[in-house]
């Protein structure tokens, strides 16, 4: 689509280093024991129009890792703009 076409540069980024992270060493989410889909979906719900979630704790197809938390980054990107 239109959106891959000419990205704009990031105006900011910062990168991390899991392993010297204190809180979070390299920690993902997963789905616990009781918990559905239909959970880890409203987790990832806007709130109000006007705050969004992305990361791979809110993906229904690929939770718990890098791509998932890349595309519902697309996909809340894209939420963003049509917002």
């Known amino acids: 689509g239109e959106m891959w076409r000419n990205p704009p540069p990031p105006a900011k980024s910062y990168v991390t280093k899991w392993g010297r992270d204190r809180y979070s060493r390299g920690s993902y989410s997963f789905i616990p024991v ?3 889909l239909g959970d880890v979906k409203k987790y990832g719900e806007p709130v109000d129009g006007r705050l969004y979630f992305a990361g791979e704790g809110t993906s229904l ?5 890098a ?3 890349y595309a519902t980054g697309v996909f809340s990107a894209w939420d963003v ?3």
């Open 34 to 36: 009781g918990a559905t």
């Open 61 to 65: 197809w690929d939770p718990s890792v």
């Open 67 to 69: 791509h998932g938390a």
């Open 81 to 83: 703009m049509q917002a």
